[in-house]
């Protein structure tokens, strides 16, 4: 019934720059926290930034100082501002969503990721 989507990824320069995009869409009642996670080969899938309903912020210690997230609240949409790109950052990136449709709490909805590739 909710859906996410995720776009922006692709190939990217080492030192260059990319914006991902997350769409929400569906029965949403309150759009809470978001946030994306990014998860590479053999890895566990952790948190890269996320944002709250009010605005607060919180990054993963590799990405502070280079990478901002924001949100849209009218587009349900939130974002993911990537600077001075590494090899290392390198990865599927995920959307979630935290929404409430018609409980009285918050489920957390993902999106189907979007690759990013940076080169050097």
């Known amino acids: 019934q909710v859906q996410l989507v995720e776009s922006g990824g692709g190939l990217v320069q080492a030192g260059g720059s990319q914006r991902l995009s997350c769409a929400a869409s569906?029965?949403?009642?309150?759009?809470?926290?978001m946030g994306w996670y990014r998860q590479v080969p053999g890895k566990q899938r952790d948190v890269v930034a996320s944002?709250?309903?009010?605005?607060?912020?919180n990054y993963a210690d590799s990405v502070k100082g280079r990478f901002t997230i924001s949100r849209d609240n009218a587009k349900n949409t939130v974002y993911l501002q990537m600077n001075s790109l590494k090899s290392e950052d390198t990865g599927v990136y995920f959307c979630?969503?935290?929404?409430?449709?018609?409980?009285?709490?918050?489920?957390?909805?993902w999106g189907t990721g979007t690759l990013v590739t940076v080169s050097s």
């Open positions: 979630t969503a935290d929404i409430i449709t018609s409980a009285a709490y918050a489920m957390r909805y």
């Open positions: 569906g029965r949403i009642s309150r759009l809470n926290a």
């Open positions: 944002i709250t309903s009010g605005g607060s912020t």
